[in-house]
């Protein structure tokens, strides 16, 4: 059996505009190849036999993929009809995975580091050729494809038939995923609370900063009465907001919690090399790793995992933001806040009462079905609200998870004062009302709260509100009639 080890490899080119390059190999064998052929053995005959094939899952120059024991990626598989195939599968990075010939009705069950190799074994009645893959969502877009050839001619009339196994679990039944589920009645809170901000750091010298951020798969409220299977770092969306000054050396160790199904990693825009980070931080589920980078450019940036398909765990709710600080820090303000937007893809409508799974084919079309703010619908209207009061003056750290959508970040009712446009600190604008954010930038707005009342945060793109993209900032004080003032209805008076 191949031993396992670690190589650079280039990232799949996502949806034409994304690139990325030279991860760090999982579970690639030395001898790993393009996909080819895999021979059966001698000992085989060629008609009847049992026809046994070994796959483990692996990442190869970017691409997730089966390998054999030959180390050939996604082998060509074959066999003839009438005979028994048999294939072992392994999850040689840890994640989760399965193997599916829908052609053929043979599916096996879902394996990974936890539930040990899975078997499925079948008998070939049809000749051609046919598609084998992962129906893990994203696994099968991202490489884990390949081709199972059957010789001979096809019995009439016969059925397909295939049983799967866990090693040592004889006779479980085929795995086969519930189409539809209720929401999870465990579900938990994923909002991230705004007022989460770390305490500025003012006029100090660099320093060597650590953090330590773990990457967790769970049920979380989306609405009222709806659950979906988020992804996260530190179990909230947005992630934990990182905060550093110019200069400062960041050592950053990201932890893959051991029960994740999916292998995680981030890249920070705020890095330079290394792909952000997401070269050297492909984590395996109970596995960490560490970089370290120094912060050369102030501004506020944001970071999310670059683990293919980098926009399905982005939608899922894997990013966040760092804010680099200037020498001598911000201008003092009163009060700071944290938000992110962010567009889901579910196979349910918006308001389903369900636990929402998630649609590749709506993210490919950028047709999503909600728009949150932190995380969920209501977060920051029912669970969380921004408070000020009259005369305190507000910054808003703002960025666009994404992964498709672009913000016009408003606020009803108020104007910004300074916008830092695209996160960068050096240049302020002043007296704007909507700002326009691209997906994976930030800004930064301040504004002077004059006036008591409730102001919206919402994106003016104003049927996302419907979805669930509406934020809420309380503000106490007296009111200045000067500044406002609503004048109650009189009487229209007589005319001839």
Known sequence: ??????????????????????????????????????????????????????????????????????????????????????????????????????????????????????????TVTQAGKFTYYCTIAGHRQIGMEGVFEVAGTSIAGATPKATAKTTGVPGADLYTAPAVRPADAAAVSVAMDPAAVPAPIGARAPQHLKYRMETVELAGKLDDGTSFTYWTFDRKVPGPMLRARIGDTIELTLANARDSKMIHSIDLHAVTGGHGGGEHTQVGPGQEKTITFKALNAG???????????????????????????????????????????????????????????????????LPDYYVFNGAVGSLTKEHKLTAQVGETVRIFFGVGGPNKISSFHV??????????????????????????????????????????????????????GKGLVGMLEVTGAADAGIYKAHSPGKVGATH
């Open 300 to 366: 506020l940036y944001v970071y999310h995992c670059a683990t293919p398909l980098v926009p399905q765990h982005i939608s899922a709710g894997m990013y966040g933001m760092i804010l680099v600080e200037p020498e001598g820090g911000l201008s003092k303000v009163d009060r700071e806040y944290y938000v992110m937007q962010g567009d889901m893809y579910t196979t349910r409508p918006h308001g389903a009462r369900t636990h929402q799974d998630f649609d590749l084919d709506k993210m490919a079309a950028e």
């Open 1 to 122: 059996m191949r031993t396992p080890h670690s190589r650079n490899f280039s990232l799949l080119a996502l949806a034409a505009a994304m690139a990325l390059a030279s991860l760090g190999a999982a579970a690639a064998p030395p001898a790993a190849t393009q996909s080819g052929a895999s021979r059966a053995p001698a000992t085989e005959q060629a008609k009847g036999a049992v026809k046994k094939y070994t796959l483990e899952t692996g990442i190869v120059n970017g691409k997730m993929v089966f390998i054999d024991d030959r180390g050939q990626v996604n082998p060509v598989l074959r066999a003839n009809v009438g005979d028994t195939v048999e294939i072992r599968l392994k999850s040689g990075e840890g994640a989760q995975h399965d193997i599916a010939i829908p052609d053929l009705k043979v599916q096996s069950q879902k394996f990974d580091a936890a539930s040990g190799p899975t078997t499925v074994r079948f």
């Open 412 to 465: 009803i009712g108020e104007i910004f004062d300074k916008v830092y446009s695209e996160g960068s600190i050096s240049s302020p604008k002043r007296d704007v009302q909507t700002t326009l954010v691209a997906p994976g930038g930030a800004t930064i707005v301040e504004f002077k709260v004059d006036y008591p009342g409730s102001y919206l945060l919402v994106d003016h793109a104003l049927s996302r509100a």
